[in-house]
């Protein structure tokens, strides 16, 4: 009985303990629900069916490769005026695609940079089956339909819940400290080249524990001489580093 037991629980991965108990009484086995229940607690099985559901992190991971985030966030400039910007990441290989900045998101304004988003994917395109958003008003139906006419699924994430985002979020955080906390931003244009300069850097030098120390658009280079000279390069008057290798 308890071979049988375990053998429904791992070929039927959404059984519980009281469906294998309703099977087993089907095939003129009856055995107690809490019977079917210790056998599978005392296998390191759980009893529950939620065993087989992925969590959110989990199924994150596994569909990766065809999963896009999206946010939008906002920086106030030295003249107290509020700008916001849209950016999104390929979550596979945590590239980030700057996608716009004005000083009035509307929903006509998202809809255009879910285009210009779907034109930089380009050869990629056909990987992604997912986007994935928060509840802003500003993405509208049309914002929507603009990726469904691609064949990419909208995933909203719960109320005020940004870990449900925390890829693009993570990204945002480190953009606020890394570039923005530092440096006084005085209007769209100079907030859209200041975030430009950060793309390039985040995407083609900044390392990623994710990708082993790698960045997205550049692949760890071979082991030099540990006594070779190494020059730095200053970004944005010297709020951002970059190292390199003198050849």
């Known amino acids: 009985m308890r071979k049988l037991v375990l053998r429904m629980a791992m070929e039927n991965p ?23 229940w210790a056998i599978l607690k005392k296998a390191g099985i759980d009893p529950a069916p939620r065993r087989s559901s992925p969590t959110w992190a989990e199924f994150l991971h ?13 920086v106030d400039t030295v003249l ?10 390929e979550i596979s290989t945590r590239r980030v695609h700057l996608l716009g900045v004005t000083a009035h998101p509307t929903g006509s304004w998202a809809v255009q940079q879910a285009r ?4 930089a ?20 139906d049309a914002f929507d339909a603009a990726l469904a006419s691609k064949g990419i699924r909208v995933l909203l994430t719960p109320v005020q819940a940004p870990r449900a985002n925390a890829y693009i979020e993570r990204w945002i955080g480190g953009c606020r ?3 923005l906390d ?17 793309e390039t850097h985040f995407n ?19 082991p030099v001489d540990p006594d070779a000279k190494v020059t730095r390069r200053d970004l944005l008057g010297g709020v951002i580093h970059e190292y390199t290798q003198v050849a």
């Not at 065809?66 to 906002?74: E, M, N």
């Not at 107290?80 to 990441?89: D, G, N, P, Q």
């Open 14 to 36: 959404t059984w519980g303990y009281r469906r294998i108990a309703g099977e087993l009484a089907g095939l003129g086995r009856p055995v107690g629900a809490s019977t079917v």
């Open 62 to 74: 596994s569909q990766a490769s065809g999963i896009i985030a999206v946010d939008l966030f906002h």
């Open 80 to 89: 107290l005026k509020r700008v916001y910007c849209m950016a999104a990441m």
């Open 116 to 119: 210009d988003l779907l034109m």
């Open 121 to 140: 994917l380009d050869d990629s395109l056909h990987q992604v089956k997912f986007l994935l958003r928060d509840r802003d008003a500003k993405f509208t």
């Open 177 to 179: 400290r890394e570039l």
């Open 182 to 198: 530092r440096t006084l931003i005085v209007n769209a244009r100079h907030l859209r080249h200041v975030l430009a300069t950060y």
């Open 204 to 222: 083609t030098h900044r390392p990623h524990r994710a990708l082993s120390q790698a960045a997205p658009l550049r692949p760890l280079p071979e």
